[in-house]
């Protein structure tokens, strides 16, 4: 069975801060990575994928990257109130065979 | 372009009752995905198709569920009869052939009393 762990928080950081979002995952052969946000009551939406080893930045958001130790993160810097949300983490391969995490709900305090 | 589109957007049923959900997936896509979340068991793939076919339907939880892609245009996910753990909200997402990304529809709310 493929699990996808992440600590369910929920995370609080000040406005301007940076939030650090965890997720470990038990397969090793998963190829691909995804950071979705889903705010309360809508649909989860894609912030980020990511595929090799190390760290992608986009805009404020870097997503790593670890297979070794089956572990990847996202950071948000400089984090706006509009940041707060639920971010999941998905684990698949290219695509196809989605496994998500729990959820972590981050808060971010003006 | 109009996003995936689902339908109903809220169900409210009766234990024992038929329920169908219905999804539109984005033109040109060909893979699809019904997932259903729960506060209890986040978010689950229940099954996924491509070019119409049934890839994987093992998070089917049990057989009072089946789903159809008759067409590239449209998908159902039927719950047959509905039961309150059934309550749910279901998601229906669709991406391109070797696409990364899987464009989630707005979700129908079903609650079963």
């Known amino acids: 069975q493929k699990e996808v762990e992440q600590n369910s928080g929920p995370l609080s950081v000040p406005e301007g801060a940076i939030a650090s979002l965890n997720c470990t995952y038990s397969d090793r052969g998963s190829q691909s990575f995804f950071w979705y946000r889903q705010y309360s009551g809508k649909s989860p939406e894609l912030i980020m994928f990511?595929?090799?080893?190390g760290d992608k930045e986009d805009g404020r958001f870097t997503a790593q990257l670890n297979k070794a130790s089956q572990y990847v993160s996202l950071l948000i810097r400089d984090s706006q109130p509009s940041d707060s949300a639920t971010y999941l983490c998905?684990?698949?391969?290219?695509?196809?065979?989605?496994?998500f995490g729990p959820g972590t709900r981050l808060s971010v305090l003006p | 372009d109009a996003g995936v589109i689902q339908s109903p957007r809220h169900e409210v049923t009766e234990m024992g009752q038929e329920v169908t959900l219905r999804c539109k997936p984005i033109?040109?896509?060909?893979?699809l995905f019904w997932y259903r979340q729960t506060m209890m068991r986040g978010l689950e793939l229940l099954i996924y198709f491509n070019n119409n076919v049934p890839i994987d339907d093992s998070g089917m939880p049990e057989d009072r569920f089946s789903a159809k892609m008759p067409n590239a245009s449209f998908s159902t996910l039927k719950i047959q009869p509905s039961e309150p753990r059934d309550s749910a909200v279901y998601f229906c997402?669709?991406?391109?052939?070797?696409?990364?990304?899987?464009?989630f529809g707005p979700g129908t709310r079903l609650l079963v009393l």
């Open positions: 990511i595929y090799s080893n």
């Open positions: 997402a669709s991406n391109q052939a070797g696409g990364e990304t899987q464009y």
């Open positions: 998905a684990v698949g391969n290219y695509g196809q065979n989605f496994v």
């Open positions: 033109s040109g896509h060909n893979s």
